[in-house]
């Protein structure tokens, strides 16, 4: 059992940056893929980025790349999506979601799911 925690999650202006922060409590944290996901009102929930077990493996969903990076620290149990340049289209819920494999695009593969932490883009 992996309980996750999001944070980080605040009002931003447009261009500016965030880092989200997501601490797993529970044991085996780095034999999970982690991924962040996020979900605006009235849109449904889209992947955002996702890191394997070992790091080496990370994707990102096409409007975020070279924009946001996703990050892990298996020593903390945490995982980082460090965002630059927000945009108002960035304005979501974002969560955190554990998957038991070395990693997962669906999101029926992902076990454990954070609480979400908001991220409100605006001046």
């Known amino acids: 059992q992996v309980h996750l925690v999001e944070s980080g999650g605040r009002l931003v202006q447009p261009g500016g940056s965030l880092r989200l922060s997501c601490t797993a409590s529970?044991?085996?944290?780095?034999?999970?893929?982690m991924a962040w996901f996020r979900q605006a009102p009235g849109k449904e929930r889209e992947l955002v980025g996702l890191?394997?077990?070992?790091?080496?493996?990370?994707y990102y969903t096409d409007s975020v790349k070279g924009r946001f990076t996703i990050s892990r620290d298996n020593a903390k149990n945490t995982v980082y999506l460090q965002m630059n340049r927000l945009s108002s289209d960035d304005t979501a819920g974002y969560y955190c979601a554990a998957c038991s494999k070395l990693a997962c695009r669906d999101q029926t593969e992902y076990n454990f799911w954070g609480q979400g932490t908001q991220v409100t883009v605006s001046s």
């Open positions: 890191i394997s077990v070992g790091g080496g493996i990370t």
């Open positions: 529970g044991r085996g944290f780095s034999n999970y893929a």
